[in-house]
């Protein structure tokens, strides 16, 4: 009787390989805050993991395995982050993308006003982009920003899209002799939704990636300091906690090479045993592992069968082919 062994060398742990990213993931058991974890993955892989698409879901679903917890991925809510509608970067000049003329006090960087409109005073306060305000938008040519004032009253979404429909965009304010322009323009006593806007949700390693994969109710923003993680007692969803909190992690790092190795071996049918029962097989691979590691093999090496076209892993050796596999 003959059979082929096939030897695997991976590596060790809970991993899964993404297809699409070429990235591999790594499931941590150990509990860690998010800081800790992010240290932890960044020394021993690349980073916590990012999670863009939902192939990249289900694999890490498949990484967890029989964990029904929940455990961090990269992603967190960096509130001081505020960005220009107008994205164009060769519209601002040195500097001008930071400029701010906030009331003093402002911003408060709540989570639940992240967008900026002008008051009347020159200043610029943060609010809920859920309020109907008066707009500002600008016309651009070249250099150059002409700003427009629409009466109409519109959330900043629907305002940063009226804008981009009718204009070039929500109005962006490089420096403060543009500041004096609007501050000209607007009539007493109204705000003005202005293209400021802040997008606090990060990866850690600094993806751009907007897929989004939140439960049901979530994020609750209930913490201080949120940070994000999956939960896989609900098929891997979002939900957002206090960063302080230890919980597992998921790191991915770089594909690691996977090497084979095929070996022919061939076995004396001992009495009354069938070869392809699957405890019989079972068994000697577990013998075979054994043997491997007493000779110095790396507990890397992963064995399996290699079954013929029949299904079957044993043939008598005068019923198979003669050339070599």
Not at 186 to 203: N, T
Request: glycine share 6%; aromatic share 12%; charged share 25%.
């Amino acid at each position: 009787m003959d059979v082929v062994l096939l030897l695997i060398m991976a590596a060790a742990g809970l991993s899964t390989v993404s297809s699409h990213a070429q990235r591999q993931y790594h499931f941590v058991s150990e509990a860690k805050t998010m800081s800790e974890a992010q240290r932890y993955c960044r020394e021993k892989h690349t980073d916590l993991a990012t999670v863009d698409s939902m192939e990249v879901v289900e694999l890490l679903n498949n990484t967890a395995g029989q964990f029904k917890q929940s455990a961090w991925i990269g992603l967190y809510d960096d509130r001081d982050t505020w960005r220009w509608s107008m994205s164009d970067p060769s519209f601002y000049g040195p500097g001008e993308t930071e400029f701010r003329r906030w009331y003093p006090g402002q911003p408060y960087n709540k989570h639940n006003i992240p967008c900026t409109l002008f008051y009347p005073d020159r200043t610029w306060h943060d609010g809920d982009c859920n309020k109907r305000l008066k707009v500002l938008c600008f016309d651009v040519t070249g250099q150059s920003a002409t700003f427009v004032l629409i009466e109409s009253k519109m959330t900043w979404t629907e305002a940063q899209s009226y804008c981009r429909e009718h204009h070039t965009d929500l109005a962006s304010v490089r420096n403060e002799t543009e500041n004096q322009q609007i501050v000209e323009l607007l009539p007493a006593g109204y705000y003005y939704w202005m293209g400021l806007y802040r997008d606090s949700w990060k990866w850690s390693d600094g993806s751009n990636s907007s897929f989004k994969y939140w439960a049901d109710n979530e994020p609750k923003l209930s913490a201080l300091k949120v940070c994000v993680a999956a939960a896989f007692d609900n098929f891997g969803k979002w939900e957002d906690l206090d960063c302080g909190v230890e919980k597992p992690f998921i790191c991915y790092g770089p594909v690691v090479p996977v090497s084979m190795k095929v070996i022919k071996v061939s076995v004396e049918k001992p009495n009354g045993v069938d070869l392809n029962d699957p405890a019989f097989l079972d068994a000697m691979l577990v013998e075979a592992k054994k043997n491997l590691r007493a000779q110095g093999l790396d507990d890397n090496v992963q064995l399996a069968w290699r079954k013929q076209p029949d299904g079957k892993v044993f043939h008598k050796e005068e019923e198979k082919k003669r050339d070599e596999l």
